[in-house]
């Protein structure tokens, strides 16, 4: 049974930094490709950022390029998120994503498997 539980979401104030992680079990993240997605009420889920399985390609939305980096922790079997320079525009549901076929990068409709979700709010 695969399972995907993120962390580290918060209320923080414009221009901080915060780090998220996706911690799997059921499957391997350096054999998976991996993705972090966002979703802000109102408005539909958007791709954050992602890394392929072994090629360790990465791709960023326009969005977050510049300011947020994605990592692996193989030993942990974790994805990580830090995100700097956070704006009240980052504020979201931040969902972690698996997805098993061949694709470099997930796709918000062909991911295998979702995490339930954590809380950024970025607010004075």
């Known amino acids: 049974q695969v399972q995907l539980i993120e962390s580290g979401g918060r209320l923080v104030q414009p221009g901080e930094s915060l780090r998220l992680s996706c911690a799997a079990s059921?499957?391997?993240?350096?054999?998976?490709?991996m993705g972090w997605f966002r979703q802000a009420p109102g408005k539909e889920r958007e791709f954050v950022a992602g890394i392929s399985k072994r090629a360790n390609t990465i791709f960023y939305g326009d969005s977050v390029k510049g300011r947020f980096t994605i990592s692996r922790d193989d030993g942990k079997n974790t994805i990580n998120l830090r995100m700097n320079s956070l704006r009240p525009e980052d504020t979201a549901v931040y969902y972690c994503?698996?997805?098993?076929?061949?694709?470099?990068?997930?796709?918000?409709?062909?991911?295998?498997?979702w995490g339930q979700g954590t809380q950024v709010t970025v607010s004075y």
């Open positions: 994503a698996a997805e098993l076929g061949p694709a470099l990068r997930v796709g918000v409709k062909s991911a295998d498997y």
């Open positions: 059921g499957l391997t993240v350096r054999t998976t490709t």
